[in-house]
């Protein structure tokens, strides 16, 4: 079972960047699409963005758009998120998780790791 481990997080003011990283161990996750997600106070965790290592192709919620970047290290087996232009309300614990299409979104597949916390000052 792939063990995931989430780095990066901290505390930027409003219009600053961040990038977090997933860093996988057990298995290789090459073989799954992998996405972020992020759980704010008092809301459920919802997705965020998602990358497919076949084909490099990429998703992301809305809200986000322009602003993330969803990439990945095959040799690493690390899934990175780079966040531009940082908000107050993208505060929030951030979370991978390997990811499956189900028809009506990205839905997590394996075990929660951590989580890694963005905290973005106005």
């Known amino acids: 079972q792939v063990q995931l481990v989430e780095s990066g997080g901290g505390l930027v003011q409003a219009g600053g960047s961040l990038r977090l990283s997933c860093a996988a161990s057990g298995r290789t996750v090459g073989g799954y699409s992998m996405g972020w997600f992020r759980q704010a106070p008092g809301k459920e965790r919802a997705f965020v963005a998602a990358f497919t290592w076949s084909g490099g192709s990429t998703d992301y919620a809305n809200s986000v758009k322009g602003r993330f970047t969803i990439s990945g290290d095959n040799a690493k087996n690390t899934v990175y998120l780079q966040m531009n232009s940082l908000k107050p309300e993208d505060t929030a614990v951030y979370y991978c998780?390997?990811?499956?299409?189900?028809?009506?979104?990205?839905?997590?597949?394996?075990?929660w790791g951590q989580g890694t916390q963005v905290t973005v000052s106005s």
């Open positions: 998780n390997s990811v499956g299409w189900y028809g009506a979104g990205w839905s997590p597949i394996g075990s």
